[in-house]
């Protein structure tokens, strides 16, 4: 296929280099996760660049590069110097020129600002208007679209506008789909769309020379656990476990239940053990993620003389746990409860598990107070036969909701591949679980990837861009789907006078807003809450 030889106009300030000062010139375009950048290397005979040459190019100054065929050269991209390397032999003289598009500038800033109850596309604006300088408008046309997110609260101290933006596009949704994309286009109007919204109006057809086509598995993930914020209790009816010996396991002594001096509820639990005897029982249970407290009411008549009493939390099994000694305290009628991060010791008085977990709190293995996951109760008495009882509240206060979703069909094709995510703004077991389905949704598959490459791509004056969505056509390959383009770059060769593209494109499943927060956009309490600090 024929094409017309490359032709590019560059910038740099009020230098003008001609094409033939061009050895060769690479314009990378980046989107959400990259800003765009370019390399050029330039013939730079009698210092004509150089610093204090005729036409010196500085680091600092803005500029633009255009790149087409024939008559068609638009521009490429907006630019800003960062770097100027001068490159000599004997017989040989170069200059380098290197940097980004404007898209730097959302690098040069730090915000400590609070957002309350603000849309995701007014945030953007304002990073843009008052921390970028990033102007969003075309033609009176506005280049920030509107989402369907409301933020309820966005607290931010010395945060780069960098990390804002990625949040915001990663979080926001729009008809039901969460994401976001963002870049800043060729004229350095900064452009923030739904992603997958936008579609190249270039065709492929005949023009891939070289194509590489994979899927992997190094991102399958299909069991998915989500912990959110810490505000449950474990169990929900903090006086469940002792209305029931169901989910006890009895080591030895004797369970049952009684029903004539609960303290709350119906019953009480009652170990009978015989004199020297352990009663010893516990129960397991789906990992808690950092408990901060552990309370049960318990009572046994007399003393333990010289036996001994223990509570221990497997963190996460028998082997690996924490260990708090109760003879001291456990002598008549009393009531327990203990701190994994703080425990009321007295007035004033707190107990820091984390800096000093072999206080009260003594470990064996390597227990880890994230991974807590069963209650084992031991209490032996010397001298006399004896019982004990326990009763509610009984269990662990300020636990992380959790919820948790697999898919069992990747697991049988591609092994059980676990992840786990924290997500402080999610409120409720519910929340947790639909946060975990949508990950699932999108990771139990392989990820698809294609880098394609061309030499006889005429797109005349819309040049591809990283952020659309783009047709591919692979006959051998059986790939016939729309790609979102992840990258894409330009190069000019001047010595073989081509133009090569090369485009890096992914194919993703879209991460569904109504199984995240239901909607959150339309439910005010599942809002986002955000504090997000930079020390």
């Not at 004199?275 to 010893?280: F, I, L, M, T």
Request: proline share 4%; with cysteine; charged share 20%.
């Amino acid at each position: 296929m024929s094409v017309e030889i490359p032709k590019c106009a560059i910038a740099f300030g009020s230098v003008a280099p001609p094409q033939g000062d061009v050895i060769d010139l690479r314009v990378h375009l980046g989107c959400t996760k990259e800003v765009s950048s370019f390399d050029c290397l330039l013939q730079n005979w009698d210092k004509k660049y150089s610093p204090g040459g005729t036409y010196p190019i500085t680091v600092g100054i803005d500029g633009h590069i255009d790149i087409g065929r024939g008559t068609n050269v638009p521009q490429i991209i907006t630019l800003h110097v960062e770097s100027v390397k001068c490159e000599s032999m004997p017989t040989e003289n170069y200059i380098r020129v290197s940097g980004r598009c404007w898209g730097e500038k959302l690098f040069r800033r730090v915000v400590t600002k609070t957002y309350t109850n603000q849309k995701g596309e007014a945030i953007v604006k304002d990073l843009m208007d008052y921390y970028a300088g990033l102007s969003h408008v075309r033609d009176t046309t506005e280049l920030v679209e509107n989402t369907d997110t409301t933020y309820t609260k966005l607290e931010y101290e010395n945060t780069p506008v960098w990390d804002i933006l990625k949040y915001i596009a990663g979080s926001a949704d729009l008809a039901g789909v969460i994401g976001f994309d963002f870049r800043v286009a060729a004229d350095a109007k900064f452009e923030f769309f739904a992603r997958n919204s936008k579609i190249s109006s270039v065709s492929l057809t005949d023009k891939i020379e070289v194509s590489e086509y994979r899927k992997d598995i190094l991102g399958v993930r299909n069991k998915i656990k989500v912990y959110g914020s810490q505000g449950k209790n474990f169990p929900a009816d903090l006086d469940s476990w002792s209305e029931s010996t169901l989910g006890w396991t009895v080591v030895s002594g004797t369970l049952s239940l009684e029903g004539t001096r609960q303290r709350k509820g119906t019953y009480n639990l009652r170990v009978d053990a015989a004199a020297s005897v352990e009663g010893n029982i516990y129960r397991t249970f789906d990992a808690l993620c950092k408990p901060q407290t552990f309370v049960v009411w318990a009572w046994m008549p007399g003393n333990l003389g010289g036996g001994y009493g223990y509570v221990r939390l497997w963190a996460p099994d028998s082997s690996n746990y924490f260990q708090a000694n109760i003879k001291s305290i456990l002598e008549g009628q009393c009531i327990l409860q203990w701190g994994l991060i703080s425990l009321a010791l007295g007035p004033n008085q707190m107990y820091d598990a984390d800096s000093n977990p072999n206080g009260i709190w003594t470990k064996t293995g390597n227990p880890q107070w994230s991974q807590v996951s069963g209650l084992q109760l031991i209490i032996c008495t010397i001298g006399a036969a004896s019982y004990y009882m326990y009763d509610g509240n009984f269990g662990f206060l300020n636990c992380s909701y959790t919820g948790t979703f697999e898919d069992s069909g990747s697991q049988s094709l591609y092994g059980l591949r676990e992840l786990t995510e924290t997500d402080e703004e999610l409120s409720s077991d519910n929340e947790c679980t639909l946060r975990a389905k949508a990950i699932l949704a999108q990771l139990k598959d392989p990820a698809e990837y294609l880098t394609v490459r061309s030499t006889v791509i005429d797109y005349g004056t819309t040049p591809i861009l990283a952020g659309d969505k783009i047709h591919v056509t692979l006959p051998n390959e059986n790939v016939d789907a729309d790609f979102r383009i992840l990258s894409v770059e330009y190069y000019v060769d001047a010595k073989t006078q081509t133009l090569e593209i090369t485009m890096e494109l992914g194919r993703e499943v879209p991460l569904l807003a109504d199984y995240l927060y239901t909607l959150r956009s339309k439910t005010d309490h599942l809002s986002r809450h955000k504090l997000a600090r930079i020390i």
